[in-house]
């Protein structure tokens, strides 16, 4: 599914907060992560439901709910979109860190890739400067062991402060830790004690100034530490979510604004502008994941990174990685487009073989013409030129496009393309349904019909055309 005006327009909000309890009792768990690292795939396990997965970044778009059961209690599970931090860029990643943020759930996993842990922290840290109800999942531990990655998990909670589990979710029995953990981290004596990421002095000083106000204004409903930060540093999206939150009038008390105004002018002496905050507040999270992943990941094939590195700057760097990929895309293209035409040769000739033959069986039963008409000229025709001009190139290109998904090359178009769609304020992600777009208008396939119907999301045809 692909971004609608329900999933993202104005409405969106609401409907993604509307939690549906089965009993009073059941707790409500948020399953976040970077995008990619098998949030889905664990919320599918556990409640048996069937939210989409794939091998790209970008499928879940919208909090999906579901319902599963631990040896202590039921819980409703949210599949929330990945994101890559809170400080929200786009619409999915608004969706994730309203849940969070505002939707009070009882406790937060945090689903990370052990492949690439260091990267995966900075979404756990900045999450438990919102909730000390965090558990830390590391799936993906069976593609760390084929990479020959080892992993600390008990140093890396030692080092949080939160439980940490690993999980391969592709084997619903490595999940069985998770629910233990949330039984833990939702009973009532539970208590933890997150690191902290320490931030440029300016910035700890202007938050040590409104720490105590924002605290006795919004009674401890959110962290008060998290929300100075954030309302130091002026973030448009989430001071709108904040005054739905909190009400219009927080954020127009003449106290708290006076607050911040100093604490701003203060800060402004030395971070004087956007960019400078960005790469401090970034700097200090980026840092603090770096050191406490430090003794946690260690690498048995040392050569195994510096591979992985070359293919990445291979298919993604400016001077090979747009080359490499319209290359790619021609072949597929040409594959599905010319290798197309002898399967659809053969199709055809055997499904008018078979209408000929229908013919010659409504003439010897004497059938009146408008029922041959209606029936073999009409019905099985059109039924047979579909089947015969469409089956073989959708035959081709979803396979060859699942054989690029499941070895790791369509992240990279969608990196590639991210630039250039930017322009028209479209986004990498939508490369493979601009693929389809151009096979849409191969007019020989007739796919514009088929495509613009059933597979090309609405905001794509509109951004665009
Ligand atoms: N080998 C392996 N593959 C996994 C594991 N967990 C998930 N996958 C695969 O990883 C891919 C991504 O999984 P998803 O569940 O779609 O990931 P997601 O985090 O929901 O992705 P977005 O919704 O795009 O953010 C899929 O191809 C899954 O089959 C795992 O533990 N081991
Ligand atoms: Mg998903």
Known sequence: MGLTNHSVGINALDSALTITRRTPEDKVIALAGNPNVGKSTIFNALTGMNQHTG????????NAQGFCQSEKNSYVLVDIPGTYSLMAHSAEEEIARNFICFGEPDAVVVVCDATCLERNLNLVLQTMEISSRVIVCVNLMDEAGRKKIHLNLPLLSRRLGVPVVGTSARKKSTLEPLLHALDQVTAPTFTAFPAKVRYPDCIEHAIRMIEPLIEEKTGGRLNSRWLSLRLLHQDCSLLRELSGHLGEDFLRDPELLRGITLARKQLKREIS???QWNDAVAGAIVSTAEKLCRDVVSYENSSYRKLDFAIDRLFTSRLTGFPLMLLLLAVIFWITIYGANYPSALLSDGLFFIQDRLTGLFHWLHAPSWLHGLLVLGLYRVLAWVVSV????????FPLFTLLE???????IAY????????CRACGKQALTMCMGFLSAYPPYGFDLFFSLYWIPPTCSIRTA
């Open 406 to 412: 499941d070895a790791g090359y369509l992240p990279r």
């Open 55 to 62: 091998n790209w970044p970008g499928k879940t778009v919208s």
């Open 416 to 423: 590639n393309l991210d630039k250039p769609f930017q322009c």
């Open 273 to 275: 502008s956007p960019e």
């Open 390 to 397: 469409m089956l073989p190139p959708m035959a081709i290109f």
